[in-house]
């Protein structure tokens, strides 16, 4: 359960490719009863890409507000979290690549996101991919790339009221 | 524990390789006090695989009757079970693979499968490998399979009984 | 909780890279109030291995006294561990990489340190990566450190005392 109106809360839902942790934190915001908000922080690159998001955004229905945010996520929070609304944003690990195409200094932005949950208006619920347990990638961007992920959980999580692992369709609370 | 004799009931293993999974089924298989049944998806390719697949058979001793199953799943699945047998299937990610070799449909055989499973005649321990908490590859072939596995497990978990994740030989419940 | 003063335990944590598996061993130990010891398995080999090292030992401060012993893990606990002391092997994963390079035989020392563990006089908390939940890698020696790594785990689950799982910093019980 999402915190009730009027109380600020983090959620950080990690899981593997195709794990259903996307579907969980639907459930999740939709249970809660409150406006339903997704920000879609994925950029379209290539048709692959645009097939995957347009399949996401058929599977959740009308009743959700779409946002797409690839980048400023801050601000979109800042303006999109209210106590009436729960804010979803699909995916971290997609926030961190546009943020590598562009140089941007992930360190930094990722401490600014944490200043800004601290801070938001209403709940919000984070989806990112568990990228770290497969064998160590050939190439040093995948390398840094999954540090910056790694690190980015653990920083969300150490602030979150709740953080789920999801296998399987299935949630395992890890904390909350 | 598997459901006792009579009941039907589905049991997914889901974990890494080498995590200890396929052990872990086979010592629920054997506790039931069934007659024990392996189906093996694996299809000899190579030399590799070929020792893999005799290490593994060495390993299960004479108490089992195995049957090699690549891709008709489903059919071996109607045919060995009964109320007097646990039926362990070792591997869901190698008859994916099966399947994608040969062009096959993957999600009109997901729903098969699972339809396979809602009326068989006894209790059937599934093993498949998690694969999706790795960096994305590289090739879309890699990411598909990714994808049909992810996709497949939910929806088996979504029937199950039962849901083990398994890491380091020690099981986590995830349902049931 | 580490084991008191006087008993011997081995403590087993699994984790994906930056899981906060290592932060988490080293709060164990430190929380022990046991005299803390660092094993370090890493071995130096170009400059990024380097960086990942310095920043670790400069992260864990002062208190610890340091050892580094890329293969002869043995040798090193049976030196090092103490009733009065805990110490933490970081990691087994890169103790392992070390083996595969000397071309030693990794199932006689796997054998050999679950020996070691048996007989050290202190507690020993070994952090190792959890490598086999992605896509199958394409090269067989990379194949092989799965099979290496997946093994040695379940063989120090099996006589270990505790066993974590850490995700996002945060540890999930899985024995003990």
Request: hydrophobic share 40%; glycine share 10%; aromatic share 4%.
């Amino acid at each position: 359960m999402l915190k009730p109106t009027g109380e600020a809360g983090t959620t950080l839902i990690l899981g593997g490719a195709r794990s259903g942790k996307s579907g969980f934190a639907e459930r999740l915001v939709l249970e809660s009863g409150l406006v339903p908000v997704y920000v879609a922080t994925g950029r379209v690159l290539d048709e692959e890409m645009g097939d995957r998001i347009a399949k996401h955004r058929q599977q959740r229905g009308e009743a959700w507000k779409t946002v797409e945010e690839p980048e400023d996520l801050e601000t979109a929070l800042d303006h999109e979290t209210r106590p009436d609304r729960a804010v979803l944003v699909d995916c971290l690990t997609l926030w961190i690549t546009n943020l590598m195409m562009n140089d941007a200094d992930i360190l930094a932005r990722s401490a600014s996101l944490c200043g800004t949950l601290s801070r938001v208006k209403g709940p919000v619920v984070l989806v990112s991919n568990e990228v770290g347990m497969g064998i160590v990638p050939e190439n040093r961007m995948a390398r840094d790339f999954r540090d910056h992920a790694g690190r980015l959980h653990q920083q969300i999580a150490a602030i979150a009221a709740q953080v789920y692992f999801v296998a399987a369709g299935l949630p395992l609370k890890m904390k909350g």
